[in-house]
């Protein structure tokens, strides 16, 4: 994931600062009281073991650092997995450039289930690998990829999880899921220079360049989504452009007793790829990313130890919960 600008630390400033086009009101949240009280049958469960296996199996790969073997591999294996899992499929290839002029082949992989539906949300994720350990205590280690295991495998291992239930059983709604490239290839710490728009990459093409017919009435983004002890709060662009959705996902979280992981408050204000998705769409996108006032992001973040040791499956099995909630209470 990329970088936080800054942190508010007062609900109230939260509160305050929300003033963009989705600000939630009381009949917001009580209707997503209502969503979130809803019977929802489901056959099938999400499973850890099988979220993990599917993290395990891209590190397997190496680090999926843009222009590198394993990201071709990689590549190749998501596709083919969500076409195993029923998905229309398609690679959208381009070169796009990094903040060195370095030009990168960039391979966005996108599912589209049950694309005949007009009424449709979308899911994003990247899946690509940072080169650089930037943020390691170990100089050593700046010039070294991030092997990404919760920095990129995660939220595409759980996204995964999801395409493999909806095969057992399709929901109501048609579903789409976007693994983002080269959005971790922003200037390293350690570069000279003023750098603009130089992260999500993938994603800025995917929002020039958009696959769908029909438009994805909301979209969840998922970042950093297996770590350790984790907390999912509230960002800010999250809260200005899709404060519907956020309701929506942090009361669903609530009935499953996840409360206290996926806390109703501000967490920071976070560049990630929903930024680019809000504004080059409008599909109105949130982030469901690890971040605590003090810590930041997960202390693994773009270091070394960004590795499958360092996941928690029970993380995956959390954020896995939520989503497949959402989607099948569609
Ligand atoms: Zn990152």
Not at 94 to 107: E, H, I, P, Q, S
Not at 164 to 181: H, K, S, T, W, Y
Not at 291 to 305: I, L, M, S, V
């Amino acid at each position: 994931m990329v970088k936080y600008l800054f942190v508010m630390l007062s609900f109230c400033g939260f509160v305050a600062c929300g003033s963009g086009a989705q600000q939630s009101s009381a009949t917001d949240v009580q209707q997503s009281e209502k969503e979130s009280k809803k019977e929802v049958k489901i056959k099938s469960k999400f499973n850890k073991d099988t979220a993990f296996a599917f993290l395990k199996k891209q590190c397997d790969f190496g680090p999926r650092v843009p222009n590198s073997a394993a990201q071709k591999a990689c590549a190749s294996y998501l596709a083919a997995e969500l076409k195993r899992f029923g998905a229309e499929v398609t690679v959208q290839e381009a070169k796009v450039k990094a903040y060195d002029g370095t030009m990168l082949d960039m391979k966005n992989v996108i599912g589209c289930f049950q694309p005949e539906k007009q009424d449709r949300i979308i899911f994003f994720t990247h899946w690509d690998s940072r080169p650089y350990c930037d943020n390691d205590d170990n100089k050593d280690n700046h010039n070294k990829p991030v092997m990404a295991a919760n920095d990129g495998a995660s939220g595409t291992a759980v996204l995964l999880e999801l395409a493999r239930l909806m095969q057992q059983e399709a929901p109501n709604v048609g579903v789409d899921i976007v693994f983002l490239d080269v959005e971790d290839y922003g200037a390293p710490s350690f570069a000279k220079g003023q750098y603009k728009d130089d992260w999500c990459l993938g994603t800025q093409y995917w929002g020039a360049h958009p696959h769908y017919t029909y438009k994805p009435k909301y979209g969840i983004l998922l970042d950093m989504v297996g770590g350790r002890d984790p907390l999912f709060a509230i960002d800010i662009v999250s809260q200005q452009y899709a404060g519907f959705v956020v309701n929506k996902v942090w009361s669903i979280a609530g009935s499953l007793g996840y409360g206290n992981t996926f806390v109703y408050r501000e967490g920071g204000n976070i560049m990630d790829d929903h930024y680019y998705i809000n504004k080059l769409t409008q599909i109105p996108t949130m982030d469901i990313i690890d971040f605590k006032e003090g810590r930041g992001f997960p202390d693994t973040w773009h270091t070394a130890n960004d590795t499958p040791e360092n996941i928690d499956p029970n993380t995956l099995q959390m954020v896995g919960d939520v989503v497949v909630t959402t989607v099948y209470r569609e």
